[in-house]
């Protein structure tokens, strides 16, 4: 992305900001997430290229999972090389769903004709375990979310879907995925719901919980103005809809709710999309009491293209629109902007993976016209994404 200046750090607010330099951003960074120790070793792997990813998900500057098609992957030398790791009972086709617990735990669901099977491991994908998602035939997997006490777990499955609609299941597991039961279910496309509060429409889009009991799911699809939130405080067996204030300016545009994410029992956010002019704007709801109340942040948009994000923790977050940086380290009440080195080395950026409010990495699948992962890049910085340098 040579590169054009920006006019302005945020659409239509810039003179409104107090904007942190760089360096404050960098600063109290603290301890980075590093891998747990105690993982198995990682057998020697293969360079990315031709493996066919679609994500990855770095836990240390070494330690790294991927996920492509039907296969799960691990690095242990910072994403150069990686290995096939998959459960050897998994389908031979299909895509997976995976959630990652540091450099040894993971999880992951597929589909198969007799029902969504999930598999854990513990040791960094040395041996697997699996399970059955009981009633799950003709449902898809669509996302997957562990605590940190790698005990408590939830599993979102699509049905048959319309547009604006995807009934579903929601399982859940008390015992690392050992077992699986249903927490509710959305009943059939029509919208009748088994358990209460859990519509069929909205395309869902994340889940996330802070303990036990307490959770936010997150849809698209939804009435203009009104984000698609709902919380539970059962574990997921009763949910009831979530009001989030937009400003007036943007309560008439269309709404798309993204992944929401907690960072402790207290602190979460949620990142919403208004879209005017085909130009979408990222206002993030954040929480310092759970999710009883939420505070939207200042709202960024570029007039590239849509922003990919990165949360850090409560207040370190990132956004790229493959031209330069977003940078916040105040919870959004402030944005820094600034273009990346080399020229359009984020260009086609499909995630962001960022460690810590300086390291992190980046992952561009390949470019259209390109075969196979010939064109897919793995990027990694060290300066809060001022520069990249290709990893391997």
């Known amino acids: ?27 109290g960074c603290g301890p980075q997430r590093g891998a747990h120790p105690g993982g198995a070793p990682t057998p020697r792997g293969k360079p990315y290229g031709g493996l066919g990813f679609t994500a990855i998900h770095m836990v240390g500057a070494s330690l790294g999972w991927a996920m492509g098609g039907a296969a799960l992957f691990r690095s242990s030398d910072g994403g150069r090389t990686w290995s096939n790791v998959s459960p050897p009972s998994r389908p031979s086709a299909g895509t997976i769903v ?9 999880w992951a669901a597929m589909a198969t004709p007799s029902g969504v099977q999930l598999f854990s491991t513990a040791d960094g994908g040395a041996h697997w375990s699996a399970a059955v998602a009981p009633g799950s035939s003709n449902l898809v997997p669509r996302f997957l979310s562990f605590l940190t006490d790698s005990v408590h777990g939830w599993l979102w499955c699509a049905g048959a879907t319309a547009p604006g609609l995807e009934p579903g299941v929601l399982f859940r597991t008390a015992d690392g995925g050992a077992t699986w039961t249903e927490a509710v279910s959305t009943g059939a496309a029509s919208g009748a719901a088994r358990g209460p509060g859990l519509p069929a429409a ?5 889940l996330a919980f802070r303990d036990q009991n307490h959770g936010v799911m997150t849809a698209t699809g939804a009435q203009r103005g009104t984000p698609w939130v709902y919380a539970t405080a059962d574990g997921g067996a009763t949910w009831a809809p979530v009001t989030l204030g937009l400003p007036a300016t943007e309560r008439s545009l269309p709404v798309g709710t993204q992944a929401p994410a907690f960072f402790d029992a207290r602190h979460g956010l949620i990142p919403v999309l208004t879209f005017k002019a085909a130009i979408p704007a990222l206002t993030v709801f954040v929480t310092a009491d759970g999710g009883s109340t939420w505070t939207a942040s200042l709202p960024v948009s570029s007039p590239y293209a849509a922003l990919t994000t990165a949360f850090v923790d409560e207040g370190h977050w990132f956004a790229t629109d493959g031209v330069g940086m977003y940078a916040t380290a105040t919870g959004g009440q402030g ?17 962001l993976d960022f460690l810590s409010p300086g390291s992190g990495f980046a992952f561009c699948p390949p470019t259209p016209g390109t075969q196979g992962q010939a064109g897919a890049r793995i990027l990694a910085t060290v300066d809060a994404g001022q520069s990249w340098q290709a990893v391997g």
Do not use: T
């Open 1 to 27: 992305m040579p590169r054009i200046p920006r006019r302005g750090w945020l659409a239509g607010s810039a003179a409104a900001l107090a904007i942190p330099a760089l360096s404050a951003l960098l600063s």
């Open 202 to 206: 909205g395309v869902k889009s994340g």
């Open 98 to 106: 995976a959630a990652f617990g540091g450099a040894s735990r993971a």
């Open 335 to 351: 944005w820094s902007s600034y273009l990346c080195q080399p020229p359009k080395v984020l260009q086609g950026v499909a995630q």
